[in-house]
C-alpha cells in the first residue's frame, strides 16, 4: 500500500534555480527519507530526517518535515543539470515492521 | 567500501528457464533487502533478510525463491517466469533492521538487475 505521495509527478526547471519536491504521508512515522534515482539505475541515499526532527540540511539540499500535517518537503538550490533525476520519499512507518515505503516519485528535469 | 554490487546488469530469460540474481555486499551490513522496479513507478519490497533469516516476504509469489547463504550474499532465484515480471530489480542493504535500533536506517542500493522475461 503506498505510504508517501509525492508532488509534483514532474518538474521542469532552469539550471540555477531552486526545485521544491513535497511529499506526503498517511500514517505516524519514525523517519521520513529522500532518494534520488538516475535513469534506470539504482537508488542513491540523500537525506534521513526523524519524527523529532523538523529541518535538515545537507549541501544544496534542504529537507522539512511537518508531521501535523504529514509532509515533508525537499529543497534542492542552485540546481545543476546532473540533479535531472527521479526523487523519491520513503517512510519508516511506526508498526510496518521494518519495511519503508516509496511515494511515487518526482521526475525532475533540469534544462540547460 | 560503500558499494552494493548486482549481477548480472542485464538477463533474457524465457519462461521455462531458471536464473539465478546475485547481490552482494562488505559493508558488514546484516540487513538486505530485495525491491523490484516497474518503469516509473516506486520499487516495491519483495523481500527483507536480517542476520542470514528471512524476516519479511511479501507475498512474493513462489517462482521468485530468495536466498542468503551468507551476511554478505544476497540471491534471488528465478523460475518459471512471466512477461509480467520483467522489471528492474533492486538490491539493498543496511546495518540493522529498524525494528532492532528503535529508528529507521539508511538502505544502500545496487544498480540494479535489468530483467526480460520473453
Known amino acids: 500500500s503506498q505510504q508517501g505521495e509525492e508532488d509534483p509527478q514532474a518538474l521542469s526547471i532552469q539550471e540555477g534555480e531552486n526545485a521544491t519536491m513535497n511529499c506526503s504521508y498517511k500514517t505516524s512515522i519514525n523517519n521520513l527519507q529522500w532518494y534520488r534515482q538516475n535513469s534506470g539505475r539504482g537508488l542513491v541515499h540523500l537525506i534521513l530526517?526523524?519524527?523529532?526532527?523538523r529541518e535538515k540540511h545537507s549541501g544544496r539540499l534542504r529537507v522539512t518535515l511537518d508531521t501535523s500535517k504529514k509532509s515533508s518537503s525537499l529543497l534542492i538550490t542552485a540546481s545543476r543539470a546532473a540533479d535531472t533525476a527521479s526523487y523519491f520519499c520513503?517512510?519508516?512507518?511506526?508498526?510496518?515492521?521494518?519495511?519503508?515505503?516509496f511515494g511515487k516519485g518526482t521526475r525532475l528535469h533540469i534544462l540547460p | 567500501d560503500t558499494e552494493v554490487t548486482q549481477t548480472p546488469k542485464h538477463l533474457v530469460m524465457g519462461m521455462t528457464n531458471k536464473k539465478s540474481l546475485k547481490c552482494e555486499q562488505h559493508m558488514g551490513h546484516r540487513a538486505m533487502y530485495w525491491y523490484k522496479q516497474k518503469a516509473k513507478k516506486p520499487p516495491e519490497l519483495m523481500f527483507v533478510y536480517s542476520y542470514e533469516k528471512l524476516s519479511i516476504n511479501e507475498s512474493v509469489p513462489s517462482r521468485f525463491s530468495p536466498e542468503c547463504p551468507n551476511s554478505s550474499l544476497l540471491n534471488l532465484h528465478l523460475h518459471a517466469l512471466q512477461p509480467e515480471d520483467s522489471a528492474l530489480y533492486l538490491c539493498a542493504s543496511s546495518q540493522v533492521l529498524a525494528a532492532d535500533i528503535g529508528v529507521g536506517d539508511t538502505q544502500y542500493f545496487g544498480p540494479g538487475t535489468r530483467l526480460t522475461v520473453l
Open positions: 520513503a517512510t519508516d512507518a511506526i508498526y510496518r515492521d521494518d519495511k519503508i515505503i
Open positions: 530526517i526523524r519524527s523529532n526532527e
